[in-house]
């Protein structure tokens, strides 16, 4: 598929915003981090509904009618575009509520908990959402996998993770106290990632083969020998959009790094070894990285995803 610029920017903005309101009210039930703080929370809080905010416009950029967004909302029953616009909805009360209450009040406690709960869930509920959109896409082999969804759900938080322990370790707090829940997101996101990359050209080739069953022979597979036209068209570039596969393991490799080896030796081994005067040079970098390794992941993800009608121009 072809990798809009808006796409990539709302699936990265969003994703980090509700990562980080997915995991803050936990931290703050949990006690790692400090709700009295209330420049903490404006520090975190306001960046994420920023975030938020700015990935949702973006995904409104690539349509031809971008006014009738909108109309989206009203197929909430069949469509997960629609459940997405609506859990984007839901989602800022209770976080609006919230960071009230952290910034403005200085403390989160009586009813305002339920607050933070319902953000995280409605945060979670928003990456659910956004997997499915492609995950219920059959004609693309690639996303149809319970792995997109889990991608989303451990990728958001990890990225979110890194971003609140850079800003935390601004304000004093060392990251060693995020130690546990960064070594959980980032083997997962690995586990997630790793499963993901690891059938994606198994399952293109099994529908490849598949599609040409009924004509070829046992243990053969039909190919194109010439295209239907002389030249792309908008169905090719946008449905059969290829990245050649040496470039794809490299970037694979990028992402790895990135995304997984950095957050991995920054906020999981290093706090146990480093005090904070030094650590914080370490831990922005390391949010930094991250964030570039979750953007060239969600290129890759549309770049390596083809649709099957790709398979009618000769496209393997």
Same mark, same amino acid.
């Given at each position: 598929?072809?990798?809009?610029?808006?796409?990539?920017?709302?699936?990265?903005?969003?994703?980090?915003?509700?990562?980080?309101?997915?995991?803050?009210?936990?931290?703050?039930?949990?006690?790692?981090?400090?709700?009295?703080?209330?420049?903490?929370?404006?520090?975190?809080?306001?960046?994420?509904?920023?975030?938020?905010?700015?990935?949702?416009? !973006?995904?409104?950029?690539?349509?031809?009618?971008?006014?009738?967004?909108?109309?989206?909302?009203?197929?909430?029953?069949?469509?997960?575009?629609?459940?997405?616009?609506?859990?984007?909805?839901?989602?800022?009360?209770?976080?609006?509520?919230?960071?009230?209450?952290?910034?403005?009040?200085?403390?989160?406690?009586?009813?305002?908990?339920?607050?933070?709960?319902?953000?995280?869930?409605?945060?979670?509920?928003?990456?659910?959402?956004?997997?499915?959109?492609?995950?219920?896409?059959?004609?693309?082999?690639?996303?149809?996998?319970?792995?997109?969804?889990?991608?989303?759900?451990?990728?958001?938080?990890?990225?979110?993770?890194?971003?609140?322990?850079?800003?935390?370790?601004?304000?004093?707090?060392?990251?060693?106290?995020?130690?546990?829940?960064?070594?959980?997101?980032?083997?997962?996101?690995?586990?997630?990632?790793?499963?993901?990359?690891?059938?994606?050209?198994?399952?293109?080739?099994?529908?490849?083969?598949?599609?040409?069953?009924?004509?070829? !022979?046992?243990?053969?597979?039909?190919?194109?020998?010439?295209?239907?036209?002389?030249?792309?068209?908008?169905?090719?570039?946008?449905?059969?959009?290829?990245?050649?596969?040496?470039?794809?393991?490299?970037?694979?490799?990028?992402?790895?790094?990135?995304?997984?080896?950095?957050?991995?030796?920054?906020?999981?081994?290093?706090?146990?070894?480093?005090?904070?005067?030094?650590?914080?040079?370490?831990?922005?970098?390391?949010?930094?990285?991250?964030?570039?390794?979750?953007?060239?992941?969600?290129?890759?993800?549309?770049?390596?995803?083809?649709?099957?009608?790709?398979?009618?121009?000769?496209?393997?």
């Amino acid at each position: 598929m072809h990798p809009a610029a808006s796409v990539i920017l709302f699936t990265t903005a969003s994703g980090v915003g509700y990562g980080i309101l997915s995991l803050a009210p936990l931290l703050v039930a949990f006690g790692i981090l400090p709700d009295e703080d209330r420049w903490l929370g404006g520090a975190l809080m306001l960046p994420a509904l920023g975030l938020v905010t700015v990935g949702l416009l !973006s995904s409104t950029f690539h349509l031809g009618h971008p006014e009738r967004a909108w109309r989206a909302l009203s197929q909430w029953k069949s469509s997960w575009l629609s459940r997405e616009g609506v859990m984007a909805i839901l989602s800022y009360p209770p976080t609006l509520a919230y960071t009230y209450a952290w910034v403005s009040l200085g403390s989160v406690d009586g009813p305002w908990v339920w607050a933070g709960f319902a953000t995280v869930l409605t945060a979670l509920g928003m990456m659910f959402t956004t997997g499915m959109i492609y995950r219920s896409l059959k004609p693309v082999p690639a996303w149809a996998t319970d792995w997109t969804v889990t991608g989303y759900l451990t990728l958001g938080p990890l990225t979110g993770l890194a971003v609140i322990i850079a800003i935390a370790s601004g304000f004093g707090l060392h990251p060693v106290r995020f130690q546990a829940v960064a070594i959980v997101f980032v083997l997962a996101a690995a586990i997630a990632k790793n499963a993901y990359w690891a059938r994606l050209q198994a399952a293109w080739d099994d529908h490849a083969q598949n599609a040409g069953a009924a004509i070829a !022979s046992p243990g053969n597979t039909v190919r194109s020998i010439e295209w239907p036209h002389t030249e792309a068209n908008y169905v090719l570039k946008e449905m059969g959009y290829g990245v050649a596969r040496k470039h794809a393991e490299k970037l694979r490799r990028i992402t790895r790094n990135l995304l997984l080896v950095a957050p991995a030796i920054v906020f999981c081994l290093l706090p146990s070894l480093l005090p904070l005067p030094y650590l914080i040079w370490a831990v922005i970098p390391g949010a930094v990285l991250t964030l570039a390794g979750v953007a060239i992941e969600r290129w890759l993800f549309f770049a390596e995803a083809k649709h099957v009608v790709s398979l009618y121009y000769g496209v393997e």
